[in-house]
């Protein structure tokens, strides 16, 4: 399994800064840089308001950590990913799999 982790990554989590008017400001921080293997799930298109959506969907497999949430972004390279969900088998698993979706 090692040897199909190919690809560096960036885990990213929301940070809220406080924006002295009550509000908060959010931006994304890295949190780790981890080795990954990215495969495609699904690709759908579907018409929005005046234009195409595509979705694609991802799975992505990496070494596994106790820091990782649904709501997390993983960045590669230029491209950006949402987390939707953690597929952790438990504490006896080497490997979790993320559920993700490419941001545009």
């Not at 308001?49 to 820091?67: G, P």
């Amino acid at each position: 399994m090692l040897s199909t982790l190919t690809q560096r990554a960036a885990l990213l989590a929301l940070t809220l800064t406080p924006d002295g008017g009550g509000g908060f400001a959010e931006s994304w921080s890295a949190i780790a840089d981890v080795w990954i293997a990215l495969d495609v799930v699904s690709a759908t298109d579907t018409v929005g308001a005046d234009r195409l959506e595509s979705r694609i969907r991802h799975r992505m497999i990496l070494r596994r950590r106790d820091d990782l949430a649904a709501g997390q972004r993983v960045q590669v390279g230029a491209r950006l990913f949402r987390v939707h969900a953690v597929l952790d088998g438990g504490p006896r698993d080497a490997f979790v799999a993320l559920q993700c979706e490419e941001l545009p």
